[in-house]
């Protein structure tokens, strides 16, 4: 048995200052970590650039450099914050239904190793790692560092003006670690998690790769015969690839974030002395030309170098050689066999040959240790060129999470993780939005009803005022649960309201007596009739004069009933006595028309509401038309009430996030002539800190209604689609009416292919801006469907446990789930 050696006497690392890592053979190595693109964002045309862009970032750097990216992925799971302040009960509820769901945190970095003109190429029998003694093989020189850095930063700037990759130099602390936190050296040396504390482990190196307790198994790519025919910027992703489109994913995604386990993903590409290496193949061609008598292998070699030589020659191909290897770990040793096989199984995709290292994992692994890269064994790296060298570069990483304060939760598409998600305010900061309105567009069944109950809790929750015009009821759970008022309209319970009162608050403004007065307008006159100056006149003097009379008699209740007794009693005697004909002003036909809203007539109870006044201050609003959208006389009232509802929240309300969203309800309000109305609406409502929102679930709605084209579509910059594969073979329309990109086509059209197997949730399709796209997940808590489920059934289950909890909502809930979970409903 081998006795044990001591890490610190095997290091190469020499020491690490001024930000770099500098190795025992005079090797300056500098680390970035590097910020990728998030995955399935990209379009054909975007890998290309960005594979371009490290094709001419990689040429600025000098010869004898070896280009180092690694990408851990690191299995965790989401811990969550049932503490935090300010939490709602849905909201603890959804963190503890994610808490500890397991994803892969995705972390990279960019390695660049300078190698000294004199350095000795390493091999598979000569390596630091079996030398216990090391020197360096010179003194390093101060221009040639500072050269370097000049490159490097050539190399960083074409990245990040490439505008798909932001680079971030690690400094000393992050490089050697610190007390409470393991640098990246450290990290390497344990497979640590990114944040991790320093744990000192045993590195086993006999009979295969074992740190502590995780079990190692090295695949490489490093022999031309195992690589893949093709190789490109980007590859079909079949699982999300239609008949009509083709979703991309990166070439090396397979071998990155779509491989399913704990795994660090090193990509090496040595830049050599170009005039040396060109040199030395054409004598390997030579060689090859004089043994091809002897074997066809031989011939077919020589024939594969001529052509290397002439496309290097003649389309200035830059030479180098290159290796790629993926380390995977498990802890269970169990798994081990399950471990090859994932791992065997992704690199088949790339039609690439599996090869398992045994003898040289050992040298492989120590050689990925940052800032040992000059001493990676060259005979296990393979020519190529540049530009497919780089085809094997991971371009992705995980979904992100926004930093903004507002938003919603979504899910991770890969694996579920929770991300919090700004499509409001970050994209309007950005320039990547205008305004904040949305359009909604998903059938029936698509989990549209899911989606906006969890749009608008959570922006209720972060302090917005909702309102929201419906048909159907999707809200009404949501409303119950949060405190909101629920205006709709029964037999039993008639739809009440009162343009008169004026709330703790609010003010009897200009805007305020307009929406009375375009209330008794629309009350007295049919559409066709036009009203004259002096009605105008008239009634707007009877308005002052009442809310007058108010102030000096405070007891008296302000509502339509005191209203027209007012005009009958008192404004009747101030028309004759100021001489007004009944040609100017007919005060008996205003009576008469008006007097079915009075105290005993058909409709009594419509403008006399005496709860739920104060819609001001009110921030949750539900108006439920489904019973009334075709009333003749009903509709127009309840559609000029919510109006002035949301005008006065959009005016009074300064510095408070306004929302109001419209359903089905859209069509009916367009049909009673308040397609103004929703044009203004869509128009001004950005500059009042408000976004409007239409949903709609028929394409023909879309297509056929110019409200809908001229309006709301080319004022939403956040379009919302969900599953739309029963559109599949008429979506070119859709596409050309919202202005979708091919990419998001492919997008779109990808939604719900491949969810995965066990788990409950509907996919969305989220474009800002048309330059930002991306599906999520729209998965809830038990808690959280309960709340939002439109099935009659459920919702029934809900209020008959409501009726046990004496009302209340959220015991009602919790008890429901409890029991759901246990598998035992009680009756």
């Not at 390493?122 to 079996?130: A, G, Q, Y």
């Not at 390497?188 to 006999?206: E, F, N, R, T």
């Not at 009404?476 to 629920?486: E, I, K, N, P, T």
């Not at 788990?759 to 998965?779: A, C």
Request: aromatic share 10%; charged share 25%; net charge negative.
């Amino acid at each position: 048995m081998t006795a044990p050696v001591e890490l610190e006497k095997m290091l190469p690392v020499y020491q690490v200052e001024h930000d770099c890592i500098l190795s025992r053979q005079g090797d300056i190595t500098l680390a970035y970590e590097v910020s990728l693109p998030e995955i399935f964002t990209l379009s054909d045309q975007e890998y290309e650039a960005f594979h371009q862009a490290f094709i001419k970032a990689i040429r600025l750097l000098p010869r004898q450099t070896v280009f180092h990216k690694q990408d851990w992925f690191v299995e965790t799971g989401y811990q969550a914050d049932i503490e935090r302040e300010g939490l709602g009960f849905l909201s603890r509820s959804s963190e503890r239904f994610f808490h500890e769901r397991p994803h892969w945190e995705h972390s990279c970095y960019i390695l660049l190793t300078k190698k000294p003109e004199e350095r000795r190429a390493s091999s598979s029998l000569l390596s630091n790692l079996l030398r216990r003694s090391l020197a360096p093989a010179q003194t390093l020189q101060p221009q040639r560092y500072l050269d370097f850095l000049d490159q490097a930063g050539q190399f960083e700037r074409v990245l990040r003006d490439s505008g798909f990759a932001r680079l971030r130099r690690l400094d000393n602390a992050e490089l050697s670690g610190t007390l409470s936190q393991a640098g990246l050296l450290e990290r390497y040396c344990g497979l640590l998690p990114g944040g991790s504390a320093p744990l000192l482990q045993d590195i086993h190196l006999d009979g295969g790769i074992r740190i502590g307790e995780k079990h190692c198994q090295l695949f490489t790519l490093a022999d031309a015969a195992d690589l893949p025919a093709l190789c490109g910027s980007r590859v079909n992703y079949e699982r999300y690839s239609t008949d009509r489109t083709k979703f991309s994913t990166g070439f090396a995604a397979p071998l990155g974030q779509l491989l399913p386990c704990n795994h660090l993903l090193n990509q090496y590409i040595f830049l050599e002395d170009v005039p040396q290496a060109l040199q030395r193949l054409e004598s390997k061609r030579l060689r090859l030309q004089s043994l091809s008598a002897y074997s066809r292998e031989n011939t077919i070699a020589r024939d594969a170098t001529h052509d290397f030589l002439n496309e290097a020659l003649g389309q200035q191909r830059l030479p180098v050689k290159a290796h790629f290897n993926i380390l995977a770990w498990t802890d269970n040793p169990e798994k081990v066999n399950e471990l090859r096989n994932t791992v065997s199984s992704a690199i088949a995709q790339l039609d690439a040959t599996p090869r398992l290292e045994t003898h040289g994992a050992p040298q492989l692994y120590w050689a990925g240790l940052p800032g040992n890269e000059a001493d990676f064994p060259m005979n296990d790296t393979f020519d190529t060129f540049l530009e497919q060298a780089c085809c094997f570069l991971n371009l992705e990483t995980s979904y992100r999470s926004s930093r903004s304060p507002v938003g919603l939760r979504l899910g991770d598409r890969l694996t579920g993780k929770p991300v919090h998600v700004d499509i409001s305010d970050e994209p309007v900061r950005q320039g990547v939005c205008t305004n904040r309105n949305k359009f909604i567009l998903g059938p029936s069944g698509s989990g549209k009803s899911f989606f906006t109950n969890h749009l608008v809790r959570s922006y209720h929750e972060q302090g917005s005022h909702i309102v929201l015009v419906d048909v159907g009821h999707s809200y009404s759970g949501l409303c119950d649960l949060v405190g909101g008022y629920y205006f709709t309209y029964d037999e039993q319970h008639p739809i009440r309201f009162n343009p008169f009162y004026i709330g703790a608050g609010d003010t009897l403004d200009t805007e305020k007596k307009e929406s009375i007065k375009t209330l008794l307008f629309a009350l007295w006159k049919k559409d066709a009739e036009l009203s004259s100056r002096s009605e105008y006149v008239a009634l707007s003097n009877a308005l002052d004069l009442y809310f007058d009379l108010l102030q000096g008699q405070p007891a008296l209740f302000p509502c339509f009933d005191t209203f027209y007794e007012f005009v009958r009693d008192t404004f009747t005697g101030q028309l004759r006595q100021d001489g007004v004909k009944e040609k100017d002003f007919d005060i008996g036909n205003f009576l008469y028309v008006l007097r079915p809203y009075y105290r005993g007539g058909a409709y009594a109870s419509l403008l006399n509401a005496r709860e739920n006044l104060d819609l001001l201050q009110e921030r949750f609003i539900v108006f439920e038309l489904d019973n009334i959208k075709d009333h003749p006389i009903l509709f127009p009232v309840v559609t000029i009430i919510i109006m002035e509802v949301f005008i006065s929240k959009m005016r009074k309300l300064k510095g408070v996030r306004k929302v109001i969203l419209i359903e089905e309800a859209w069509k009916a309000i367009a049909r009673e002539g308040m397609a103004e109305y929703i044009k203004y609406l869509f128009k001004t409502v950005r500059k009042f800190y408000g976004e409007a929102i239409v949903v709609t679930q028929e394409v023909e709605d879309i297509i056929s209604s110019p409200v809908v084209k001229q309006a709301i579509v080319n004022n939403s910059d956040c379009k919302i689609l969900l599953d739309q594969s029963k559109y599949l073979h008429k979506f070119d329309g859709i596409q050309q009416l919202l202005g979708l990109t091919e990419k998001e086509k492919a997008q779109v059209l990808s939604i719900n292919r491949a969810n995965e197997p066990g788990r409950h949730y509907k996919e969305v399709f989220i474009s800002l801006g048309g330059t930002l796209s991306k599906v999520y997940r729209t998965e809830v808590s038990l808690e959280e469907y309960l709340a939002y489920t439109t099935e009659e059934a459920e919702k029934m289950k809900v209020q008959a446990y409501a009726r046990r909890f004496g009302g209340d909502l959220r015991q009602a809930i919790r008890a429901l789930a409890q029991d759901m979970r246990a598998g035992t409903l009680n009756p």
